[in-house]
């Protein structure tokens, strides 16, 4: 079982910046798996965010592309979102997830079996 931590998140204001962290806590090896971001405002679905494959091909939900970078760091065991030019829209909580299988697409948050436990990122206008 892979036990993911988030880190990062925090209040920030419009225009702003913040950097997630994913790690784990269980030993387990990231870069043989595929992650991605995913987050879920108040009342709405979970929704994708960002994914990086085990090779690091990113791949981005449009609403984010241009603004937010997802990034591995194998020698450190972490995965990092880096998001910029934050709107309040973002706010959100975010997770991390991982999967050691074949992905469909990995835009679905049912094709990830490990998930952590949430950061919440909010930002005000």
């Known amino acids: 079982q892979v036990q993911l931590v988030e880190s990062g998140g925090g209040l920030v204001q419009a225009g702003g910046s913040l950097r997630l962290s994913c790690s784990t806590t269980?030993?387990?090896?990231?870069?043989?798996?595929?992650m991605g971001w995913f987050r879920q405002a108040p009342g709405k679905d979970r929704e994708f965010v960002a994914g990086?494959?085990?090779?690091?091909?990113?791949y981005y939900a449009d609403s984010v592309k241009g603004r937010f970078a997802v990034s591995r760091d194998n020698a450190k065991n972490m995965v990092y979102l880096q998001m910029n030019s934050l709107k309040p829209d973002d706010t959100a909580v975010y997770y991390c997830?991982?999967?050691?299988?074949?992905?469909?697409?990995?835009?679905?948050?049912?094709?990830?079996?490990?998930w952590g436990q949430g950061t919440q990122a909010t930002v005000s206008s």
């Open positions: 269980s030993g387990r090896t990231l870069s043989r798996y595929a």
């Open positions: 997830a991982a999967e050691l299988g074949f992905l469909r697409s990995g835009l679905d948050p049912s094709e990830y079996h490990h």
């Open positions: 990086i494959s085990r090779t690091s091909t990113t």
